[in-house]
């Protein structure tokens, strides 16, 4: 069964840009979060979806938003972009909130 | 709101020899707990976790976990340790209040396991 798949893998942006990331969940998963993970910061929480509503969101400025589709795809996307933007974004995917989520191998994003 | 604690940034150890990685959570409301695995370059994968029932939870690649809610803690072992094991390890806890009210999972700072030949 394939795996939680995000896309593009890495990405090169300039600031002032606006990116817009991807995400497939596992098939029949209708949860999807999405984390920024760094060094500094580790792995901080962005947002969650279930069946296309917004259920949790972290506390990261308006630039940063999402949304998913019915078929359970989920788009985030960061505009106006900063330097600090620089990250991994990991999406996951669970069948619902008592269960572990999968992670996908995440987006690799520099802000140049 | 739930926070979590991972007591140790970094964790040598020699190969066979048995491993703790120490985790410690707080939340107002009862809390399901999970522990993850990252090895360079990729994303998190799921060790095991706890939901509820028996407090000793078993997951893969041998390792198994003990909830303590008393001393609200979740520490991952290991009995033995190989070199494969060496990556960095996050404990996370995600909060319920009932029905399908449930916070969002929240992460660890994470602890890098490094295991020495």
């Known amino acids: 069964k394939a795996g939680v798949t995000q896309t593009p893998r890495y990405l090169i942006k300039t600031r002032g840009q606006q990116v817009t990331l991807s995400c497939s969940p596992i098939?029949?998963?209708?949860?999807v979060s999405w984390y920024q993970q760094t060094p500094g910061q580790g792995l901080q929480f962005l947002f969650e979806?279930?069946?296309?509503?917004?259920?949790n969101k972290g506390n990261f400025p308006g630039r940063f938003s999402g949304r998913q589709f019915s078929n359970s795809r989920s788009e985030m996307n960061v505009s106006t972009l900063e330097l600090g933007d620089s990250a991994l974004y990991l999406c996951a995917s669970a069948l619902g909130g008592n269960y572990g989520y999968t992670f996908g191998s995440g987006t690799r994003l520099t802000v140049v | 709101a739930q926070s979590v604690t991972q007591l140790d940034s970094q964790v040598p150890v020699f190969e066979e020899a048995p491993v703790e990685l120490r985790c410690n959570y707080s939340s107002s409301v009862s809390v399901y707990l999970f522990w993850y695995v990252q090895y360079p370059n990729q994303g998190l994968q799921l060790l095991l976790k706890y939901l509820s029932g028996s407090t000793l939870v078993k997951g893969i690649n041998g390792f198994e976990a003990e909830f303590n809610k008393s001393q609200t803690s979740f520490h991952l072992r290991k009995p033995s340790v190989h070199i494969s094991d060496t990556a960095e390890y996050f404990c996370a806890v995600r909060g319920f209040a009932g029905g399908t009210s449930y916070g969002k999972l929240t992460f660890g700072q994470g602890t890098i396991l490094t295991v020495h030949p």
């Open positions: 979806y279930f069946s296309e509503t917004q259920r």
């Open positions: 098939s029949g998963h209708r949860s």
